[in-house]
């Protein structure tokens, strides 16, 4: 990294939350807030009295000025026309102004300006050039320089067309984009350039992101050289934060319900206060045991105290809690690893501070095996809403560098290049005949390893396999253990335990992996010599193998096939 200032911020741009950030001269990377203090910046654009509100600002407009706030707009960049819209993309607006037909089929918004009591209107593109500039001009005042470069993240579905839009879109605010990185790049990166990261070079990583209205799980294979490449990634429209948030604020209504017999879902600016209530319930559990409610007039002039403890926020969002786990666990197994191969999982997005989804990870997968990273499992400093852009800083960050060429910049950040790798592992059988791995699977090639060996059998024959992972299981029976006092199922916060009581009676699974060899692909008789041997191997981008035996000292080559 650069020991000056970057002068390359980068940028989380996401449907419901953004944030800005920069590497200091000190190598530190900063999360910039803005003028309100807020780091993390609603995605959201409000018009009131002929003035424009941005992020938190914005946000307080929903419950009465709802027509004139526009949220949840950055997947509709580069959809070029409003006739082919999802009903779903055209929901996510509809708490705040719909996403309508401007003219001509283009999707855009329609604001009216209390003032003149006018209409304008706005292309989406136009709404993303606006949020970009208020970034921009937050970062300019924090940094005190006119900032005229970012790197930008993206998700991995992203089409070249919405690329090219938000290019677009902030040169008008007046920056140039250098780079797009994906999503769980930016977090990966953000997180290996820690003091913290348990991450080693040789390793797979999941990194969930469950972001306020999608979440995607993408599988990393960390190798060599620091690579990390892609092995497979998924995303889910339907899964994210607001789906917690909607089963909370059913929950209390359901509350006030008992309490009134009013429903407060029926009028739009008594659910966009139920909303509001929901989103900050869900934040407070994240950090302490209890929570209290209390809304003024929520509906029919009617207000609404109660209280919620963790427990019970457990018990109401446990679906969404294990829908979030088993896409976890789903994409693993797409990918084509087990669970054991899986080393780390890394947690980002604003959802994922939900303690429970940390938790219920460590249940699923093993717990001697899989280290699961966040900030709620301390393992994990950045707050996870922060993630992104402190990864894209980063990014910059090499790019202003200019030690780095282009060329060196593909191998350091393998996430930006698509490179061969290998299908399976390879290695050596050493004495006792067992496996020992060379090339770990998922290697990007071409790939190199050498080892040494001080002493050598004259004459031992050196085998050369391709390894299959196999998993062992040991089932191991439980000790009977006393029966328990049956007792009145009269507190329903009792139910979330019963899976765990069932699961005590079934008996432990004991998985451990193993790689067996499979085809031999080279075998090498060695003549052992007094200053030792030195074993190169090579893999070409065609996946040929080369293995060299040379003599540590005089480099004669002794064998080479």
């Not at 800005?20 to 654009?45: C, F, H, M, Q, W």
């Not at 899986?342 to 001697?368: C, H, M, R, W, Y």
């Amino acid at each position: 990294m650069s020991s000056s200032f970057s002068p390359i911020v980068g940028i989380s741009f996401g449907n419901t939350s953004s944030s800005i950030a920069t590497v200091k001269n000190n190598d530190k990377v900063e999360v910039i807030a803005n003028p309100d203090g807020e780091r993390v910046i609603a995605t959201a654009l409000s018009y009131r009295d002929g003035d424009e509100y941005h992020g938190g600002q914005a946000i307080q407009q929903l419950i009465r000025n709802p027509k004139n706030t526009i949220i949840n707009f950055r997947d509709l960049i580069g959809q070029p026309k409003f006739s082919k819209l999802s009903e779903d993309l055209k929901n996510r607006c509809s708490a705040g102004a719909p996403v309508v037909d401007i003219g001509d089929d283009v999707p855009g918004f329609i604001i009216t300006n209390s003032e003149s009591n006018k209409e304008i209107k706005l292309s989406v593109d136009e709404v993303v050039a606006r949020h970009l500039k208020n970034l921009k001009l937050a970062a300019d005042d924090y940094i005190g320089v006119n900032n005229k470069k970012a790197v930008i993240t993206v998700p991995y579905d992203f089409n070249d067309l919405q690329k090219e839009r938000i290019a677009k879109a902030a040169s008008k605010a007046g920056l140039e984009i250098v780079q797009f990185i994906h999503e769980p790049s930016a977090a990966l990166l953000s997180h290996l350039t820690t003091k913290t990261t348990s991450i080693h070079k040789d390793s797979n990583v999941v990194v969930a992101d469950f972001g306020g209205l999608q979440s995607s799980v993408t599988v990393f294979a960390i190798r060599n050289n620091g690579i990390f490449t892609k092995i497979y990634t998924e995303s889910r429209q339907d899964l994210g934060g607001s789906k917690i948030d909607d089963v909370l604020l059913k929950y209390l209504n359901s509350e006030f319900q008992k309490k009134t017999k009013v429903d407060a879902t029926k009028n739009p600016r008594s659910l966009a206060k139920l909303k509001s209530n929901a989103i900050l319930t869900k934040k407070t559990l994240s950090n302490t045991s209890n929570a209290n409610i209390s809304i003024d007039s929520l509906a029919d002039g009617l207000d609404f105290n109660s209280s919620i403890n963790v427990f019970k926020y457990d018990l109401v969002v446990r679906n969404v809690i294990n829908e979030m786990v088993t896409f976890v666990e789903q994409a693993v197994e797409k990918s084509g690893l087990d669970k054991l191969e899986v080393d780390s999982i890394l947690l980002t997005g604003g959802a994922s501070f939900t303690p429970k989804i940390t938790q219920t990870l460590q249940v699923v997968f093993p717990e001697n095996q899989v280290k699961v990273i966040s900030l709620v499992a301390g393992n994990e400093l950045q707050h996870p809403d922060e993630m992104l852009s402190a990864g894209a800083a980063v990014q910059a960050s090499l790019l202003a560098d200019d030690l780095y060429e282009e060329d060196d910049l593909e191998k350091l950040l393998g996430h930006s290049v698509d490179v061969p790798q290998l299908n399976e592992c390879i290695g050596v059988l050493d004495g006792s005949k067992k496996f020992v791995t060379i090339f770990d699977k998922y290697t990007s090639l071409p790939a190199r390893q050498s080892f040494k060996l001080k002493s050598l059998v004259d004459g031992a024959d050196l085998e050369v396999y391709t390894g299959k992972l196999n998993i062992k299981e040991e089932i191991i029976e439980k000790e009977e253990a006393p029966k328990k006092e049956e007792k009145k199922e009269d507190d329903d916060d009792d139910d979330e335990n019963d899976w765990s009581e069932d699961e005590d009676d079934e008996p432990e699974v004991l998985k451990t992996k193993e790689i067996e060899p499979v085809e031999k692909l080279a075998e090498l008789g060695i003549k052992a010599t007094k200053n030792g041997v030195e074993l190169i191997f090579e893999i070409s981008r065609e996946n040929k193998l080369k293995v060299i035996a040379r003599d540590l000292k005089t480099n004669e080559v002794l064998q080479q096939i």
